[in-house]
């Protein structure tokens, strides 16, 4: 029997009322608060997240969540191999190859958990790919 692989990239939808335990993942994850408030708390120390939150967190990197009352939220998986290439492509113009691109990406992005405040705007805007991509992720449409 074939191991089966996991999508180079997915998206998933939860709500929850009780806190989460730290857990780290070998991938990046964009974790996208949709409703209600929560303490995140990671490398970072606590802080508060609601609506028009996102926080991004790089491989194996602890994270955990105590929601004040329900929290929904959207939570994008991506392989590093896949955030790698996407990074050398975006920097094409002044990288040579993959590796160029994963010291560069580690300089950039020196901090291994940030917290994006979006804006209830911009996240309103968002939403709709987020939901497209949870859509597509649970079909299995993700190529």
Known sequence: MAARLSPPLSARTRTIHSPVGPAAYNCVRLVVARDGTAIVFSEFGEQPVSFGDAILLGPHVLC??????????????????????QFFWQYSTILHDRL??????????????????????????????VDEMVTLSAEGQFH
């Open 64 to 85: 955990g969540i105590e929601p004040e009352g329900l929290l929904t939220f959207t939570t994008i998986y991506i392989d590093t191999d896949l955030a790698s290439d």
């Open 100 to 129: 160029d691109a994963q010291g560069f990406a580690q300089k950039v992005y020196s901090e291994p958990t940030q917290v994006l405040h979006l804006g209830r705007n911009r996240a309103g805007r968002v939403m709709p790919w």
